[in-house]
């Protein structure tokens, strides 16, 4: 039902009083945050809310017939992936500038979003104050980072850190990212391959490459290390 809601929502052909407005798609899996993004920027004269979804494949599918110009879109949603969604908004609808909405500030985050394909990066926290200028800023055709987000990324660049001394998380693709996530959440290798619709002897492979880049000689390693990472993270 919630699908069908947003489909005709997507579908929904633009009175001609507001044909001028800049739309504006909602990709996040919680549905307090997608009405409260959707309330603020309506109550915006310029902009509009042409869709929204609460998961990567939805909202694949939804940001196709809304054809929005930017697409705010929820990095970490349960069972999906907000860095694949941006790869193919990328791939499939060029034309869409997507925003990052994220509960984490670590650079890895800001970088896998950045390459791939993402115009913008802003923390969850402080949404209220710059969702509206990260939005206006990508519809000119420049990059929005809040100033704590590219403030941490000039310092890492003045540092000038080597693969040798930057955290190892930082040497994954963003796949191999996913599936360390994963991994330190408790899941099994079935599991993974499950959850990211992968075969299983690839999810393997995944594994196998994580554990040589991170330099450890055992699954057992491998275990430990996602889950202290991940531990670390939610203790943030």
């Not at 017939?65 to 694949?84: C, L, R, Y």
């Not at 290798?189 to 880049?213: N, P, S, V, Y």
Request: glycine share 6%; aromatic share 6%; net charge neutral.
């Amino acid at each position: 039902m919630a699908q069908e809601i947003a489909l005709q929502m997507a579908q929904e052909i633009t009175p001609e009083a507001d044909t001028w407005k800049k739309r504006i798609f909602i990709v996040d899996d919680h549905p307090l945050v997608r009405e409260w993004l959707a309330t603020l920027i309506n109550q915006q004269s310029d902009l509009k809310v042409c869709g929204e979804a609460s998961s990567a494949s939805e909202g694949l599918k939804l940001i196709g017939t809304a054809k929005p110009h930017v697409a705010i879109v929820d990095i970490s949603m349960e069972g999906s992936s907000g860095i694949e969604l941006i790869k193919n908004i990328k791939a499939t609808c060029p034309e869409v500038a997507p925003i990052v909405l994220s509960m984490h500030d670590e650079g890895i985050y800001v970088e896998h979003a950045l390459r791939a394909g993402a115009r913008g990066y802003i923390m969850k926290r402080e949404a209220t104050k710059n969702v509206l200028p990260a939005i206006r800023c990508v519809l000119e055709g420049k990059l929005y980072l809040s100033e704590k987000i590219a403030r941490m990324m000039a310092e890492k660049f003045v540092e000038g850190k080597s693969p040798a001394t930057s955290p190892p998380e930082e040497l994954l693709s963003d796949r191999e990212l996913q599936v360390f996530q994963l991994l330190g959440r408790g899941y099994s290798t079935r599991q993974i391959a499950e959850e990211l619709r992968i075969g299983f002897k690839t999810a393997q492979t995944f594994r196998a490459r994580i554990k040589e880049k991170l330099k450890l000689s055992s699954a057992t390693e491998l275990l430990r290390e996602a889950v202290l990472w991940h531990d670390r993270r939610n203790l943030k």
